[in-house]
């Protein structure tokens, strides 16, 4: 009989894997995240806002899994294919990544105007989220294809990871906004994690590309 060290032992990878790589590809400096935070400083309608963005992350992370995991299991090498170019692709956000962490940035969410009623906090959500097409190559076609590489039984652990950092770092920024936006106002700040991020993303492309050359 399977003991629990041995089931926590095999799912653990793919969840940590899906954690990791879509808490590298959420974090960084953009409207998106600017949004939320100004929901969370100005203390306005908070939870709607981190549920939505959190919730259209999940449904897109399960969808892009699940698809590209049916369409990639009719063509192996296609398959084989996307997993060498996620590869490089991770490799290169994480070179980006060290790169910004070499350079002084900061979140601004000064400027971010009057109050706005529910449906229209909804609304700029949406629109931040759904009509950026970076969310698409991220979420849909990267996570997708990389969560797509695990086997059959570990792919719901690996979008659960992904999804857990979705809601994590959006309820971190909506919710802990008064005690988060002095750290992310000093540029160190952006440095240290971008430096942290080039890093995961450099792991996760090795491993990536270890899979991929292991399975031919």
């Not at 490089?88 to 969410?109: D, E, H, I």
């Not at 909804?122 to 931040?128: K, P, R, S, T, Y």
């Not at 979420?139 to 797509?148: E, H, K, N, P």
Request: net charge positive; with cysteine; aromatic share 10%.
């Amino acid at each position: 009989m399977t003991t629990l060290f041995e089931q926590v032992s095999t799912i653990a990878p793919a969840f940590v894997s899906g954690l990791a790589l879509s808490f590298g590809l959420i974090v960084a400096i953009g409207a998106q995240n600017a949004f939320v935070l100004r929901q969370g400083l100005r203390r306005e309608h908070v939870g709607s806002v981190v549920l939505f963005c959190a919730l259209a992350d999940a449904v897109l992370i399960a969808a892009g899994v699940l698809g590209m995991a049916q369409a990639l299991g009719e063509h192996p090498q296609v398959a084989l294919a996307l997993a060498l170019v996620g590869a490089v692709f991770l490799a290169t956000y994480g070179w980006q990544a060290l790169m910004r962490a070499r350079q002084s940035n900061q979140l601004q969410t000064e400027g971010a105007g009057a109050s706005l009623s529910l449906s229209h906090a909804l609304a700029q959500a949406a629109a931040f989220t759904l009509l950026n097409p970076h969310v698409y190559l991220d979420t849909v076609l990267l996570v997708g294809s990389i969560g797509a590489q695990q086997p059959s039984a570990l792919r719901p652990w690996f979008i659960a990871g992904a999804c857990l950092a979705s809601f994590a770092w959006f309820g971190m920024l909506g919710f802990g906004a008064r005690w988060l936006a002095p750290m992310f106002a000093r540029p160190k700040a952006w440095q240290i994690l971008d430096g942290l991020i080039g890093l995961t993303m450099w792991i996760l492309a090795a491993l990536l590309l270890r899979h991929a050359l292991g399975s031919v």
